[in-house]
């Protein structure tokens, strides 16, 4: 079963090993995505600027230096569609919920182990295809990670919807046929594994959040199929399903008639929406989480937060044309879009608030987790404020489209999402490899990485508020917009500052790989039921099978282990409080 | 020595008792089965909409999806009548029962088949109208679905061969078999109703 | 001591970032006012960023004291919060936020959006017809007659002809046509109509706060007021190719005479 090293690390079933794979892959993504990144804020903070040393790189998309639009188009759009799917949702909601899950729940594995070792290959490969479209005639897709037709439908639009954009679409194809096998195993693993005694109001919040996230993508992915299957055969066999009649584009007519170019957006935002939720229900599940272990005491309002989730959940599922407020779609379907996704502020505060007061009369141990633990707080309040002004049709006539969003998304699915990435890697990383990160460098990289990060997106919402355009090459054509031009600058130092910290991180994670400290079973003294077992759990996780006897916040008590007491603790030993 | 308990242990250790096994891919198919229906429902309603366009051309369909329909319910008679037949371990009849099921899967794949040749030799295409286009979509979508149904009912078939030896666990098989399969009838109709109705 | 140096440091970057964030916003504006139902978006932002504000800078504040005092405890306070303080807190501030988004909307967001949307264009407005193309603004004027003349994709060429314009049509001999200009004469209303030739584009004026997506195979319109005069930018917003970035327009207000002239030149350059 476990012989040999193919077996046991390529092609293991096991829900570990899968766990760390998507990870790892994931961290790989996340550095093409950084170097996207690194390349845009390259050519807004210095814009005609010739970057020598990149044109031997890039010859074809930096020729003498300098970027060429078409080229920026596919860096943007790669950057974005990289990031989302194939950095934070390997990382975190792949990677840590098939690490994590079974654990948590007190099981040996997933409940489908090899539909899990499926879903990972099928994963990275879709990731290679992605990545490949770079390579192909005309670039990688370029319109946007949102792919609005005609722009992503008509090969002669832009340079990226030849070939780059049908590799865009099997990519995701792909992605969403693993997604799905994934999410059904994470769901069917709650429903059916868990320990005896291990009620749903016993689980963890993080088993929570992963099991609402996948149903959520179990429920919102399929009409983005649809839709991607209608786009690549507009593109490629003459229907017109987003194209209307008299289309002009590069001096052609094209012979389409009667498309919607309004019907890809609406399948797409159905679900692009939930699809954000998906990605922050299981950073905000993990930040709550981690924040007991270094406060010793309690999380605020447990049980309510599940129910902030779950109302999340099934509310995101009905907003998405809060990003078509001035699409052209009905002025009354807007104003529902609004005030529906105003309800959304509800629960975030009610969760939000939780968190927070958690930290009311704490015993507070600031060790790296915990750092980004609490950034995760921050960056999710100050992101989250910023949906105010989006949900509201009549504020987000200015903001459409503008920096203003791109400094909203960001702060909540690259800043909620990767600070709770790194608390959870740095919390969970002696469980997974048995070893200690350094602690110093795990320090300064908090430094590193919530300021910069903080002061990057913050600026944005205010280019936004100034009238910057998103998607822009450059912002020299305007005068209205000259006076972002320090701003940018200031962004894009920000933003280099940003990237070199995160070696910080790397330089740690691979060093404390081979060399870390060993770790023990329970390095942090958690609660939850991955630190009853060893580091790294063997095969199957459990010695014995747990048997659950309290909730797993039991914090602040007295017992013959410390101050606090695992999921597995007797009731007759220490009183179950809640 | 490792008690931990997997979902095959626990199900040893409780013989008569529906085994967890079971209970995981009965879930596990009703979540796809969700999945599987707001694709449909995408399409569905994309095709509602678009219907409300002014280029709207309705197409001729050809009378053989009437006969696919009926091969399809047939379908589903029949592995009714092979799980009854199981049920009063009548092997050999539910053996037969499942082999017409599964002939008519295929024939219904066939018929859909014959029924795009006959669109195309009428000169209609995917491009040729909005209806068309929706029509191949939908009914290329259905059909793949189908293809992955007639491995699931080849499983059930498979352990209808040898139910004699383990009743319950070919119970559960078939089970899942009646889901998916009679699931994918039901689709079916609706959008079979749909496209020529609608 | 370096507990509490720790400590410090933490609990003084949420500080700050709370007092500069603030700081920072609040020098921060939208180009000058140029439009009368821009004045409703205007408060509807002010009064979402003073709130916001306040409240970001409170949540902030709250975080780097909850640190502060954390850091520095030895022992834990009350361990476990009752089940109603749980729930009072929860609601009270769920609700007090419900309040003060959906209370935006309500009170000062939906009549502004309705107002611009359902009230009926005065009958003087000054009627025009945006065809946006990459990377081009096309511009027609209806002409003494007030009629647009008839338009057909098989029609366009790109050098002499980009609307597709049929000048066989007897409304369409007095169109105007410019290319990325548009002239409005101040006091009255614009009402613009908007088509796309290619891709989805949207039509930006940022001082007048207009903002609609011109999509192919849909005319939205809009009705706005101008309360300046002076020349103004107009840009793309919605990703349209590679020239999105410099798809630049403008929108000149002018006096109603000057209008006229600038009306006669047009069509005397035809």
């Known amino acids: ?578 | 020595m490792n008690m931990v308990m997997d979902s095959r242990s626990l199900a040893a250790s409780q013989p008569g008792a529906v085994s967890l096994r079971e209970d995981q891919l009965r879930l596990g198919l009703w979540m796809f089965l969700a999945t599987v229906t707001m694709l449909f429902a995408a399409f569905v309603s994309a095709y509602i909409v678009r219907r409300s366009g002014t280029d709207w051309r309705q197409v001729q369909l050809p009378a053989m999806l009437w006969v696919n329909t009926l091969i399809l319910a047939v379908s589903s008679v029949a592995l009714e009548a092979a799980s009854r037949s199981g049920f009063r371990l009548r092997w050999r009849q539910a053996e037969l029962a499942m082999g017409a099921a599964l002939a008519g899967g295929l024939g219904f794949l066939a018929g859909q088949f014959v029924a795009w040749r006959e669109m195309m030799a009428a000169g209609i295409y995917l491009p040729t109208s909005p209806h068309a286009s929706f029509f191949f979509v939908i009914t290329g979508a259905h059909a793949l679905h189908v293809v992955a149904a007639l491995a699931v009912l080849t499983w059930g078939a498979v352990a209808t061969r040898s139910g004699a030896t383990d009743v319950p666990a070919w119970a559960a098989r078939m089970e899942l078999c009646r889901t998916f399969w009679h699931y994918l009838g039901a689709v079916w109709l609706v959008l079979f109703a749909l496209v020529s109705l609608y | 001591m370096r507990r509490s140096l720790e400590t410090a440091l933490a609990a003084a970057l949420f500080a700050v970032v709370g007092i500069g964030g603030v700081v920072y916003g609040a020098r921060s504006w939208m180009p000058p006012l140029a439009s009368r139902h821009g004045a409703g978006i205007d408060a509807m932002l002010l009064y979402l960023l003073v709130t916001v504000g306040g409240l970001f800078l409170t949540g902030y504040l709250a975080l780097a004291y909850l640190i502060w005092r954390g850091g520095r405890r030895d022992r834990i306070g009350t361990r476990l919060a009752s089940h109603k303080t749980e729930v009072v807190l929860s609601v009270v501030l769920g609700l007090g936020m419900a309040v003060i988004a959906e209370g935006g909307v309500l009170g000062i967001g939906m009549p502004v959006w309705t107002e611009y949307f359902d009230a009926a264009p005065p009958a003087d407005a000054t009627v025009i017809e945006v065809t946006a193309q990459q990377f081009m603004w096309n511009v027609r004027y209806p002409g003494a007659d007030g009629r647009f003349g008839r338009t057909a994709p098989q029609l366009v060429d790109e050098t002499t002809n980009p609307l597709g314009l049929d000048r066989s049509d007897p409304a369409a001999t007095d169109d105007i046509v410019t290319i990325n200009e548009i002239a409005v004469p101040f006091g009255r209303a614009v009402r613009i109509r908007l088509h796309a030739k290619d891709v989805i584009h949207s039509f930006f004026l940022p001082h007048f706060r207009v903002k609609q997506d011109a999509v192919p195979g849909m005319t939205p319109e809009m009705v706005f007021f101008p309360t300046s005069t002076g020349s103004f930018e107009l840009a793309c917003a919605e990703l349209c190719g590679l020239a999105h970035y410099r798809m630049r327009g403008f929108f000149n207000v002018v006096s109603e005479t000057q209008f006229r002239a600038w009306l006669s030149t047009q069509a005397a350059t035809r």
């Open chain 1, 1 to 578: 079963m476990t012989n040999g090293f193919v077996r046991r690390y390529i092609f293991s079933t096991d829900h570990k090993i899968i766990g760390i794979q998507y990870i790892l892959t994931g961290l790989i993504m996340a550095i093409v995505g950084a170097w996207l990144a690194v390349l845009i804020r390259l050519q807004l903070g210095w814009p005609e600027h010739q970057w020598v040393f990149l044109s031997r790189l890039l010859p074809k998309g930096m020729p003498s230096g300098v970027m060429t639009p078409e080229f920026y188009l596919a860096v943007v759009t790669m950057h974005g569609t990289i990031m989302v799917f194939f950095f934070i949702s390997y990382v975190l909601v792949s990677g840590f919920g098939n690490y994590l899950v079974p654990l948590q729940v007190g099981a040996r594995d997933m409940a489908f182990p090899f539909l899990n070792m499926l879903s990972y290959w099928i994963a990275l490969l879709s990731a290679v295809v992605m990545v490949l479209s770079f390579f192909v005639e005309g670039g990688a897709a370029a319109a946007g990670w949102t792919a609005y037709p005609p722009l992503s439908a008509v090969a002669s639009a832009v340079p990226g919807s030849q070939m780059g954009q049908t590799l865009w679409i099997l990519s995701m194809a792909l992605f969403i046929a693993s997604f799905t096998m994934s999410g059904l195993n994470i769901v069917a693993t709650v429903f059916s594994t868990r320990a005896p005694g291990l009620s749903m109001m016993r689980l963890p919040l993080t088993v929570w959040s992963f099991f609402i996230a996948s149903i959520l993508g179990l429920l919102a992915f399929p009409p983005l199929t649809a839709g991607a299957v209608m786009l690549l055969f507009d593109r490629h066999f003459g229907t017109s399903f987003f194209l209307p009649s008299g289309l002009v584009v590069a001096g052609k007519l094209l012979p389409n008639t009667g498309g919607s170019p309004l019907l890809w957006q609406h399948l797409f935002w159905f679900l692009g929406h939930p699809e954000v939720y998906v990605l922050i229900l299981p950073a905000l599940g993990i930040a709550f989480d981690i924040l007991p272990a270094f406060t010793r005491k309690p999380v605020f309002g447990y049980r309510i937060s599940v129910w902030c989730l779950v109302a999340v959940g099934c509310l995101s599922m009905i907003v998405w044309g809060h990003h078509m407020f001035v699409s052209g779609m009905s002025p009354f379907t807007g104003e529902y879009f609004s005030l529906v996704t105003l309800t959304i502020t509800v629960p975030m505060t009610i969760f939000g608030v939780n968190m927070l007061a958690s930290l009311w009369g704490a015993k507070l141990e600031l060790r790296t987790p915990m750092l980004f633990a609490l950034s995760v707080i921050a960056m999710f309040g100050s992101g989250g404020f910023g949906g105010l002004f989006l949900g509201n049709a009549t504020a987000d006539m200015q903001l459409h489209d503008t920096y203003f969003v791109v400094g909203h998304f960001h702060m909540m699915i690259g800043g909620v999402t990767l600070l709770a990435t790194f608390a959870a890697i740095y919390f969970w990383f002696p469980k997974m490899f048995g070893r200690t990160m350094n602690e110093t460098l795990g320090r300064l990289h908090f430094w590193f990485t919530f300021g910069p990060f903080f002061v990057i997106f913050f600026m944005q919402h205010f280019l936004g508020l100034q009238g910057a355009p998103r998607r822009y090459y450059a912002f020299t054509a305007f005068d209205y917009l000259r006076d972002t031009r320090g701003q940018n600058l200031a962004i894009s130092i920000a933003a280099l500052l940003l990237v070199s910290g995160q070696l910080l991180f790397l330089v740690n994670f691979v060093w404390s790989l081979f060399g870390g400290l060993a770790a023990k079973a329970n390095p942090w003294q958690a609660t939850t039921l991955e630190w009853t077992t060893a580091s790294p759990p063997p095969h199957g996780n459990f010695e014995t099978q747990p048997v659950v006897e309290r909730w797993a916040y039991e914090y602040g008590v007295q017992t013959t282990d410390g101050d606090f007491a695992v999921q597995t603790v007797p009731a007759r030993n220490v009183p179950v409080t809640a």
